[in-house]
């Protein structure tokens, strides 16, 4: 009997604890999100099998993520377009898979972030790694890792106090993000390298959006610049020639059957833009791309009604400019003809 009473405070009391969390949690802004990791990606990647030539598929880096919105899309297009992006990751391993891997001969979106899409194409470097990572685990997934993904959904969409994301944000739920914001000094004499919390949610189909607070508070929108100008202090060399090579052999003979290839280059701004441009000048980066591919290309500076947009945090469009961006840039595609294929 005393067992059984026992048990049973316990669990009122565990109960007690997760709703005191919870209520705690929502006081604070949070609200239920779900982790846009490589199970939700490789739910995605799994429908590509049912496509159609009409249909169309997003890769690229987070800038596709954020910038192209799959519901505007749809409400312009009768078509809601696939979205396999990878945030900080190069879009070649992704593009690699459904061109040797599948018999898909629709339009595929390739994103160019040039520090990424020219990055390295070396398997252990993590804009490779990153993306490698998500279609490894498409091809590689248990029945018991679909099923304990999906038996997580239903928290994920409905409690905030679940957070299981694979990036490990620092402003996490979990235990080991608690524990990260505990300062005990800087003995190295480094300058440390700035919190990178997260600035975006994303649904069950992988739509994903700016935050409100980034979009609205320019102090949350600077921690996150300064974490895009931290990353210089990393730079290295582009790989142009080994990306270029590597990309141009998949290119070939996704359109050789048929497949629709279209480039684009999303907006960003301020400083991060100025880095860029020095960086990787345009004709000798995305010029030479698309001479070379003989793709139809979109650069947002190429377009009025694509360039008008500021970056709040310098890389990634606010939810609202997002829906804008989407409409003008599908409006120029079908002005184009563009989600059709050239004739060969």
Known sequence: MQLKQSLSLALVLALLALVSWEVYLRSQGRVPDLNDDKNLWARERAKVDKLTNEDVILTGSSRVLFDVQLYKWERLTSRKPLQLASPGSSP??????????????????????????????????????????????????????????????????????????????????????????????NRS?????????????????????????????????????????????????????????????????????????ILLRCPSSGPLAERESKGFPRELFWDELVNQSGARAYHYKDYESLSQFECPEWSHLSGPDADVFTSEWVSILKQDIALTAKAQ
């Not at 459904?98 to 972030?113: H, K, M």
């Not at 440390?192 to 609205?216: K, V």
């Open 92 to 185: 070649l391993p992704v593009f690699h898979d459904l061109v040797q891997n599948t018999d898909f001969a629709g339009t595929i979106v390739v994103g160019v972030t040039e520090g990424l899409f020219f990055s390295t194409t070396f398997p252990e470097a993590q804009p490779w790694a990153r993306a490698q990572n998500k279609v490894d685990h498409y091809h590689n997934r248990t029945y018991a890792q679909r099923l304990n993904f999906a038996l997580s959904l239903p928290f994920q969409k409905n409690l905030a106090l679940v957070s299981i994301n694979e990036e490990e944000w620092p402003d996490d739920t979990n235990l080991k993000a608690l524990l990260t914001r505990i300062q005990l000094g």
């Open 189 to 261: 004499g480094e300058e440390p390298f700035p919190p990178f919390n997260n600035f975006a949610h994303a649904d069950d189909i992988r739509n994903t959006r700016m935050s409100e607070r980034t979009a609205t508070d320019t102090a949350f929108a600077g921690s996150v610049q300064r974490v895009w100008m931290a990353m210089g202090r990393f730079h290295r060399e582009p790989e142009k020639e080994a990306t270029l090579a590597y990309f141009l052999e998949d290119a070939r003979k996704f359109t050789a059957r048929g497949g629709n290839l």
